[in-house]
């Protein structure tokens, strides 16, 4: 016989009474203004920092970006020819191996 669960009544698909929705509304928006309240004030900061990072670090931080871009760049290049070398290897192989079934 099959245990019937009894569902969330906001409809979350949850069991009911983990999910806290027969809680009053005032208190769910108050906790998602709270969480809210907390993200901003963290990307304010984020931004404060941002600037200052970028007055007293940004030309070699711009020097480094652009070794890593050229280097990775080269990196990628390199990947791309391999795989070609791959593909070309895998192709010339599959084309001897059907031409030798065939006899």
Not at 77 to 94: D, F, G, H, V, Y
Request: proline share 3%; charged share 25%.
């Amino acid at each position: 016989m099959e245990q019937e669960t009894t569902q969330c009544p906001c409809g979350s698909g949850m069991n009911e009474g983990c999910c806290d929705c027969t809680i009053d509304p005032v208190h769910h928006a108050t906790k998602m203004w709270s969480s809210a309240f907390f993200d901003a004030m963290r990307q304010a900061q984020v931004q404060r920092l941002q600037k200052r990072i970028d007055a007293n670090f940004g030309p070699t931080m711009d020097k480094v970006a652009d070794v890593i871009v050229e280097s990775f760049g080269k990196i990628w290049q390199s990947m791309l020819l391999q795989a070609e070398a791959k593909q070309e290897i895998e192709s010339k192989l599959q084309k001897i191996y059907s031409e030798t079934s065939r006899k």
